[in-house]
């Protein structure tokens, strides 16, 4: 019986056909590598070389140094426009790693709640008043409602000069006629709404501090003694352009203490943290989910996080609030994972000792938060991507051979079922498979750049293939309509290892599909922080067993993501590339044919086309993991060809 490291050796083997090296064994030369051709009858060697040309070596820009527990550095130019790291809000889309301003017109109109603008006009949603005023920094919602034009009173507030006080007023949501003036409850104010109301009223870096102060001791001294007497609870994100744009709620009659805003000066002595819009904020109001700065930078560049905060694996902290609250922060979902969700139902309670009603159930004046959830759904709704169909049926019936006859194969290799990865192709050129691919929606393939040529009439894409050499009753053969390989694809280093394929039309349709529950897309990563280094993900593809003939049926395999993969090939790894497999060789990383797919699902259960197979060296070998071609890096690229809709599930 043959070792497990041995076997486990030939099964990723058997996943995968690199070019062979010609020359000697010794890695340092060398030798220029063709472009992936038609396959020989022969088992090619495992080994591919690829063309070491010199590069220099990238800058290095000296870091902060490292004096907070939970800080990176003690500066941060990351902000909450960094789409590489956080989700986009509804009226934005990332474009080239920042979040972009939407025009109006782009947001959901189904499901939505009239706004009144501070312009008197009416506003079809919450999503279009944001959108204009993301488009013209300045404050546009006044309240929910359809009563707007100017004899109907507007949202206001102020900050008391010399207190600090803050106060607003709301129009009644029942007589828009009139309205209430409230103070601010202090039990969940911060700086984050702090700094939205201390902006509204020429402050551009927004607070210094958010504070609160006794009610008693205001209402007795001087002019004070005809405040409201009663108070309502805010809540901000910190994107906000006016107190209006956050939750309202809670409105409260038994004050002990109100909500403060101290402004920020420009002559604070400049210690601690320093935010991307240079505010200083102290270091203790860094990682804990509140957007102290404005900008959010203080939570955006944290490696733990303070106050209970939920720390991302992109190393921004979300308040604790935001855990399981059916809203997603975290860009792989892990803030809302299975187990953080049916949380206790909340509880009314008194606060010890000041007589407070504490509702943890609050009843919303303004709800912007159900608006951005319901604009949220309505986005994803429009991409079915990165979740196959759990309903189809495997047509096919898997053969169980006897042991002493069965077909040679690795052992712990896993055949897939006939309708188990779903946005796997085949690639035909020719009447002849040579390599693999992932359908991402729509008319649209991505492949390896060296599995192709500009010639679509020698290709056809197989869907839905098990055995390689027969189709089964799923499989659709589609023709191939264009060839977009990357401008910048190198044959020699295999920079840029990536092409589109357009498929042809059906007649008379837009679609380039029969509609096949056996088929779907995965989706596509916006951003190279979606998944970490060790996260595990899998291939797939049509390999050679170890015998040296091709595999029977569809394989996949599990592999890690591995980080640094500049110190195993040097100047060899290039800009675009990553590496996965297992450092230790038993797991090879170079499997699966050539421009199949590499897949990460996220926390949710969401799965992303992560890497492409481009190359590898010495498979199965300790140190020498395989190649691909990371597909988050070439976002732009496939998003300029194949438009917004095919490409992304949440910021589109």
């Known amino acids: 019986m043959r070792s497990p490291g041995f076997c486990l050796f030939w099964l990723f083997l058997v996943l995968i056909h690199c070019e062979r090296c010609s020359g000697d064994e010794d890695p340092s030369p060398t030798p220029t590598p063709t472009p992936k051709g038609p396959e020989t009858e022969e088992f090619q060697d495992a080994t591919d070389c690829r063309v070491k040309s010199p590069s220099p070596a990238p800058a290095t820009t000296p870091k902060a140094p490292e004096t907070d527990e939970f800080l990176d550095s003690l500066e941060c130019w990351l902000t909450r426009a960094s789409c590489d790291l956080v989700f986009c809000s509804p009226w934005e889309r990332c474009i080239e790693g920042r979040c972009s301003c939407k025009p109006p017109y782009m947001c959901p109109v189904e499901n939505v709640t009239p706004v009144c603008g501070l312009d008197h006009r009416n506003y079809r949603s919450y999503c279009q008043a944001m959108a204009l005023s993301c488009r013209t920094k300045k404050p546009t919602m006044s309240h929910f409602g359809i009563h707007c034009g100017a004899s109907y009173p507007k949202f206001r507030s102020s900050i008391d000069p010399d207190t600090g006080v803050v106060k607003v007023f709301i129009p009644d949501p029942v007589k828009p006629e009139v309205g209430d003036e409230f103070l601010v409850c202090p039990k969940i104010w911060d700086m984050a709404a702090a700094n939205v109301v201390c902006k509204t009223h020429g402050n551009p870096l927004g607070a210094e501090t958010a504070d609160s102060m006794s009610y008693i001791d205001l209402t007795t001294s001087g002019d004070n003694k005809q405040l409201p007497r ?292 995965v989706c596509v990563p916006w951003s190279t922080h979606l998944f970490q280094p060790n996260h595990t993900c899998s291939i797939s593809g049509w390999g050679r067993t170890a015998d040296g003939r091709a595999a029977q049926v569809l394989l996949w395999a599990n592999v890690s993501l591995i980080a640094n993969c500049e110190n195993f090939y040097k100047d060899r790894f290039k800009l675009g590339m990553m590496c996965a497999g297992d450092l230790d060789g038993s797991v090879d990383s170079c499997q699966g044919d050539s421009g199949g797919p590499l897949v990460c699902q996220d926390e949710l259960g969401i799965s992303y086309l992560w890497g492409i197979v481009s190359w590898g060296e010495r498979c199965g070998q300790p140190g020498f993991p395989g190649v691909y071609t990371q597909v988050a890096h070439y976002f732009e690229w496939i998003r300029s060809h194949t438009g917004w809709p095919a490409v992304t599930r949440f910021n589109s």
């Open 230 to 521: 009663s108070c309502v609870s805010i809540y901000c994100q910190g994107y906000e352009a006016s107190l209006a744009e956050c939750e309202i709620s809670d409105k409260e009659m038994d004050m002990t203490s109100v909500a403060t805003a101290t402004c920020y000066k420009q002559s604070r002595e400049k210690s601690g943290f320093k935010c991307a819009n240079t505010k200083w904020v102290s270091l203790n109001q860094t990682c804990n989910g509140v957007d102290d700065c404005g900008d959010r930078s203080d939570e955006m560049c944290c490696k733990s996080c303070r106050n209970g905060a939920i720390l991302c694996k992109t190393g921004v902290c979300v308040h604790k609030n935001g855990l399981g609250d059916g809203q997603i922060d975290c860009l792989d979902g892990s803030d809302e994972a299975l187990k953080h969700r049916n949380k206790p139902e909340p509880v009314h309670r008194l606060k010890q000792n000041s007589g407070i009603r504490v509702t943890e159930v609050q009843t919303a004046y303004n709800s912007p938060q159900k608006e951005t959830m319901a604009n949220r759904v309505h986005l994803e709704s429009r991409l079915q991507c990165g979740v196959p169909n759990k309903t189809t049926v495997d047509h096919v019936e898997m053969t169980v051979r006897q042991r002493t006859s069965r077909v040679k194969r690795v052992v712990g290799g896993v055949p897939a079922n006939p309708t188990q990865i779903q946005w796997q192709i085949a690639l035909e050129e020719n009447k002849k498979i040579d390599c693999g691919g992932a359908y991402i929606g729509g008319c649209w393939v991505i492949t390896a750049a060296h599995c192709v040529r500009p010639s679509p009439s020698a290709f056809k894409v197989k869907f839905s293939l098990w055995k390689k050499s027969r189709a089964q009753d799923t499989t659709d053969i589609v023709p191939v309509a264009e060839i977009l390989i990357h401008p910048r694809y190198n044959a020699s280093t295999y920079e840029n290892d990536i092409a589109l394929l357009q498929l042809e039309k059906l007649p008379f349709t837009e679609k380039c599909l029969v509609d096949n529950p056996a088929i779907s897309a």
